[in-house]
């Protein structure tokens, strides 16, 4: 939660908590009912101008559903939290368009349009733009160019996030604000600001150093692919080391094979979680896959400091698989530099 590029403090959150607990009665909460209305209440303490609110599993019964957008977004559609969204895309498009509402406008950006996400939007009246037909982007040397239904932004600079899946990230952004325009007007020159400084923590963010540190989340196929692919983009260097862990409900096979081709060594550790999956399980589905080098640790930070002290300075280390994963190396790291 943030508010102004700030994040939440604790005061602002427990005062939060608090307004929720005193007024709720008897209704049970779940963590992420009671997280989605702290939010709300705490934007609301501050009046904010927007609310821009991600949801985070599906759509349909996801706790951030409960409020109405002036515009809803669907950045892409991959196989991930299958017991609870389905096996397929078709069954995973339905859950995520579950937060289109009648009369509003519902940005999809990515170019593998499944039907249900068609059938959806006009099941509930929701008006439908695609990236391809409604809006969209070239590129040129250097920037690139959007164009959608109410007019075009030319000569924009690339998303300092890294990935080429970014322009569509962005070109739907851009959608959306076009959606807004009316009630929400943002300059050129704000947009050309958001694009150079935008930033996001643990998506390929790169830390600075001898070897280089990368942390990304990527914990499912399309993420994995993403990673693979930000990946052979950089310069070569000798070797890669990856510092993994994983749910042991995600599809660990379908992110090793991803990968697998970007790594020479695998450095795989447990994650102290009721899902997490031990290194034995991970190292065997790395095994299965003939991944390579596999070396297993009991902790993650463990197998990063096994990292640090194999990689040469001009190696690099990855470190990948889940959040539980980056966030433990940031924490041991930050120990190590202290």
């Given at each position: 939660?943030?508010?102004?590029?700030?994040?939440?403090?604790?005061?602002?959150?427990?005062?939060?908590?608090?307004?929720?607990?005193?007024?709720?009665g008897?209704?049970?909460?779940?963590?992420?009912?009671?997280?989605?209305?702290?939010?709300?209440?705490?934007?609301?303490?501050?009046?904010?101008?927007?609310?821009?609110?991600?949801?985070?599993?599906?759509?349909?019964?996801?706790?951030?559903?409960i409020?109405?957008?002036?515009?809803?977004?669907?950045?892409?559609?991959?196989?991930?939290?299958?017991?609870?969204?389905?096996?397929?895309?078709?069954?995973?498009?339905?859950?995520?368009a579950g937060?289109?509402?009648?009369?509003?406008?519902?940005?999809?950006?990515?170019?593998?349009?499944?039907?249900?996400?068609?059938?959806?939007?006009?099941?509930?009246?929701?008006?439908?733009?695609?990236?391809?037909?409604?809006?969209?982007f070239?590129?040129?040397?250097?920037?690139?160019?959007?164009?959608?239904?109410?007019?075009?932004?030319?000569?924009l600079?690339?998303?300092?996030?890294?990935?080429?899946?970014?322009?569509?990230?962005?070109?739907?952004?851009?959608a959306?604000?076009?959606v807004l325009?009316?009630?929400?007007?943002?300059?050129?020159?704000?947009?050309?600001?958001?694009?150079?400084?935008?930033?996001?923590?643990?998506?390929?963010?790169?830390?600075?150093?001898?070897?280089?540190?990368?942390?990304?989340?990527?914990?499912?196929p399309?993420?994995?692919?993403?990673?693979?692919?930000?990946?052979?983009?950089?310069?070569?260097?000798?070797?890669?080391?990856?510092?993994?862990?994983?749910?042991?409900?995600k599809?660990m096979?379908?992110?090793?094979?991803?990968?697998?081709?970007?790594?020479?060594?695998?450095?795989?550790?447990?994650?102290?979680?009721?899902?997490g999956?031990?290194?034995?399980?991970?190292?065997?589905?790395?095994s299965?896959?003939?991944?390579?080098?596999?070396?297993?640790?009991?902790?993650?930070?463990?197998?990063l400091?096994?990292a640090?002290?194999?990689a040469?300075?001009?190696?690099?280390?990855?470190?990948?698989?889940?959040?539980?994963?980056?966030?433990?190396?940031?924490?041991?790291?930050?120990?190590r530099?202290?």
């Open positions: 939660m943030r508010v102004s590029k700030h994040p939440a403090n604790d005061a602002e959150l427990c005062a939060a908590f608090k307004k929720i607990e005193k007024v709720r008897d209704i049970p909460l779940t963590y992420f009912e009671f997280g989605t209305l702290a939010a709300m209440q705490m934007f609301t303490d501050q009046k904010i101008d927007v609310a821009i609110l991600e949801v985070g599993l599906g759509g349909r019964l996801d706790a951030v559903n409020f109405d957008a002036d515009c809803a977004v669907v950045t892409s559609i991959d196989i991930d939290h299958t017991d609870y969204l389905g096996d397929t895309r078709v069954k995973i498009a339905f859950e995520k937060i289109f509402r009648a009369g509003k406008v519902a940005v999809f950006g990515d170019t593998d349009v499944p039907q249900a996400i068609r059938t959806q939007a006009e099941k509930v009246g929701a008006e439908l733009w695609c990236i391809g037909s409604e809006f969209g070239t590129t040129h040397q250097g920037q690139w160019d959007f164009h959608g239904k109410k007019g075009a932004r030319s000569a600079p690339f998303p300092a996030l890294r990935g080429s899946f970014q322009l569509n990230n962005a070109s739907a952004a851009l959306a604000l076009d325009r009316g009630s929400m007007p943002v300059s050129m020159e704000s947009v050309r600001r958001g694009l150079v400084e935008v930033t996001l923590s643990a998506r390929f963010q790169m830390i600075p150093g001898k070897p280089t540190l990368i942390l990304d989340v990527a914990h499912n399309h993420a994995a692919r993403s990673l693979a692919k930000n990946l052979a983009a950089l310069p070569p260097c000798p070797k890669t080391y990856a510092v993994c862990a994983m749910l042991k409900d599809d096979a379908g992110v090793v094979d991803a990968l697998k081709l970007q790594v020479d060594t695998w450095l795989v550790g447990g994650i102290n979680a009721p899902r999956a031990s290194s034995d399980e991970l190292g065997q589905v790395l299965e896959a003939n991944a390579g080098k596999v070396e297993r640790f009991s902790t993650v930070t463990e197998a400091h096994h640090y002290n194999q040469g300075e001009n190696d690099r280390i990855v470190a990948f698989g889940s959040f539980y994963t980056v966030a433990e190396v940031m924490r041991a790291r930050e120990l530099c202290a």
